[in-house]
């Protein structure tokens, strides 16, 4: 079966900014027909980073994703077969990426699309081939990863990957993009500030980490609006970076988005 990770969403407080950022610093593209009021939506040429304007009762963060399936109803049949608490909803006509919306086990929410949906438009009728600076993985952090793990290979036939022997995630892959599936424990985040279980951080592939650190360096100079927020500044965020840098093994090296969303850069 068909599946594709197709799309990963941030709700913004700045997300005209913040689209900005992607295009300047990873080299993402808008889409020709970009509307100036709606919002933001960049690309690497395989995968749609849609950046949300936050409106009252969201909070601004990495929100959720979305699957291309080849049958949407298949995937259903299965969500009924193993899953019957699960319930999905319909989107409005408007979304080009994300027709209808359900949640796994622990209530993560993610989007689903089916590749013949009449309603595709912007960078999603764009893609052309992932480039050099790319996503290519995300993480989620769970109470349940072995639960989790087992329904995202069930119900959207994700392939898992091979792992390090004690190594307590979970990696599942539609080919080129991985869902990481971590453990979530409170007692993790001893010494910082504590997030509840959710989507964690966005990974990209960058040509070179000197490479990419010398181009944000141009980047910041040229528009200081587009800096980073810092990662690991003080005891907190010292120990906020020492739990991502135990977490993720595909992970080289850690920064933030001017939100504060954080991503995670390694060499091909």
């Known amino acids: 079966m068909f599946a594709k990770l197709n799309h ?3 709700v913004s407080e700045n997300y005209a900014l913040s689209s900005r950022f992607y295009e300047a610093v990873f080299d993402m593209t808008t889409s020709r027909g970009a509307r100036a009021d709606g919002a933001a939506v960049v690309s690497d040429g395989y995968l749609g980073l849609n950046i949300n304007p936050r409106r009252a009762g969201r909070a601004a963060r990495l929100d959720h994703f979305g699957v291309e399936v ?9 969500m009924r077969r193993k899953y019957p608490q699960i319930e999905w909803l319909k989107r ?3 979304r080009p990426f994300a027709g209808i919306t359900t949640h796994d086990p622990d209530g993560n929410l993610f989007d689903l699309s089916q590749r013949d949906m009449e309603n595709r438009r912007d960078v999603y009728v764009e893609m052309n081939g992932a480039r050099e600076r790319h996503v290519s993985h995300f993480a989620l952090r769970t109470l349940n990863p072995d639960r989790l793990a087992e329904f995202y290979r069930d119900v959207l036939e994700l392939e898992p990957r091979n792992k390090a022997e004690g190594d307590r995630n979970h990696y599942l892959s539609d080919g080129h993009i991985t869902l990481v599936v971590m453990p ?3 007692t993790d985040y001893d010494g910082t500030g504590i997030s509840s279980p959710a989507l964690d951080h966005i990974g990209f592939t960058v040509e070179s980490v000197a490479a990419f650190n010398a181009n944000l360096e141009r980047v910041v100079g040229t528009n200081p609006s587009l800096t980073p927020q810092p990662v690991g500044a003080g005891p907190e965020g010292k120990a906020r970076l020492e739990l991502a840098k135990r977490s993720c093994p595909l ?3 850690q920064l933030a988005d001017i939100d504060g969303v954080m991503l995670s850069i390694a060499e091909a």
Do not use: T
């Open 8 to 10: 990963l969403a941030i």
């Open 70 to 78: 080849a049958d949407v109803e298949a995937v259903f049949e299965r």
């Open 92 to 94: 409005p006509s408007n």
């Open 184 to 186: 979530w424990h409170i």
């Open 251 to 253: 992970c080289q090296h």
